[in-house]
């Protein structure tokens, strides 16, 4: 159990969730048709995209290719994870994620000697890649789902208690669905 009190297999996986999703058709509101977007075309929309994940590295324009093969990567094993198929050999993500050093650093704390593990990302890619895998080493494959409304596409981890989330939002697929279902019992 973390110190916030969520066990680990519900703690978010964002970086999973947002890589996946990345190149996945999204709706619009009122759009009858989702698009997909690439949002690795330039680092401005691949800012966009991946802010809310925090990096501590920036995102280059070399840095572009790499993003789009680990979104295509993390993509694939997230669906295969999800239906409980054979998952492809992560070589993008293991790849990436070697690019990265690390070291121990010695911390005298009140008088007690601690030893920490220092990671240095050669690159954003590099950095998400690690963060990737971290989540996915702590996952519940049977907690990530893609959503449960037939035109739609998307994964989500669902983090609540009893675990029977079906739709990636309820705005708009949760409502749409029941509202389906609701006129489909109607005489
Ligand atoms: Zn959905």
């Known amino acids: 159990v973390s110190p916030s009190g969520t066990p680990p297999i519900r703690r978010q996986v964002p970086v999973l969730v947002v890589l996946a999703n990345s190149q996945r058709p999204r709706r619009a509101p009122h759009a009858r048709q989702g698009r997909a977007e690439d949002h690795?075309?330039?680092v401005e929309q691949?800012?966009?995209?991946l802010a809310p994940l925090g990096l501590t590295r920036p995102i280059a324009e070399e840095d572009l290719d790499a993003l789009s093969a680990l979104a295509s990567e993390?993509?694939?094993v997230a669906s295969s994870l999800a239906a409980g198929r054979p998952t492809p050999t992560p070589t993008v993500i293991n790849e990436l994620a070697s690019r990265a050093l690390g070291h121990?650093?010695?911390e005298i704390r009140n008088g007690a000697a601690e030893s920490t593990v220092?990671?240095?990302y050669s690159s954003a890619a590099c950095e998400l890649a690690n963060?990737?895998?971290?989540?996915l080493g702590a996952l519940d494959s049977t907690r990530l789902?893609?959503?449960a409304r037939p035109e739609c596409t998307l994964v989500f981890y669902d983090t609540t208690r009893p675990g029977t989330q079906r739709w990636h939002a309820e705005d708009p697929c949760g409502?749409?669905?029941?509202q389906r279902r609701r006129r489909r019992h109607q005489p």
């Open 145 to 147: 789902r893609e959503c």
């Open 46 to 49: 691949a800012n966009r995209l």
């Open 131 to 135: 963060r990737l895998i971290q989540e």
């Open 104 to 106: 121990r650093r010695l």
């Open 40 to 42: 690795f075309t330039s």
């Open 175 to 178: 409502w749409t669905e029941r």
């Open 118 to 120: 220092v990671w240095e």
């Open 74 to 76: 993390a993509s694939a």
